[in-house]
Nanobody, 126 residues
Framework: QVQLMESGGGSVQAGGSLTLSCAAT????????MGWFRQAPGKEREGIAL?????????HYADSVQGRFTISRDNVKKTVSLQMNNLKPEDSGVYYC??????????????????WGQGTQVTVSS
């Protein structure tokens, strides 16, 4: 089992940057796929970035963040980060990190992820 806790949220003006971090506890962290999700008020939770497990780390991004966000992981420190650049007001929401067991092809669907953090708020003002 994996426990996750996000940090690094806050308020920023459009065009600015933020880095979110997620710390994991538990066994076998490096074997999990890790993802970042966000949820705006009244909207469904959206998968935005995924990084595969330690066997050849590959990344996947939603079109909405491709080229602006970068996901990375440190398997020694058991952390996963999300560097967010050129932020837009529509990036506002609660951001969650999540862990998925390696089953099938990588997917940004929330249902594919087993463990979730509590979330951290990101607010981007225009």
């Amino acid at each position: 089992q994996v426990q996750l806790m996000e940090s690094g949220g806050g308020s920023v003006q459009a065009g600015g940057s933020l880095t979110l971090s997620c710390a994991a506890t538990g066994y076998h962290y490096s074997t999990y796929r890790m993802g970042w999700f966000r949820q705006a008020p009244g909207k469904e939770r959206e998968g935005i970035a995924l990084i595969t497990s330690n066997v050849g780390t590959a990344t996947h991004y939603a079109d909405s963040v491709q080229g602006r966000f970068t996901i990375s992981r440190d398997n020694v420190k058991k952390t996963v980060s999300l560097q967010m650049n050129n932020l837009k007001p529509e990036d506002s929401g609660v951001y969650y990190c999540a862990a998925a067991e390696v089953v099938g092809a990588p997917s940004l669907a929330p249902a594919a992820f087993l463990y979730w953090g509590q979330g951290t708020q990101v607010t981007v003002s225009s």
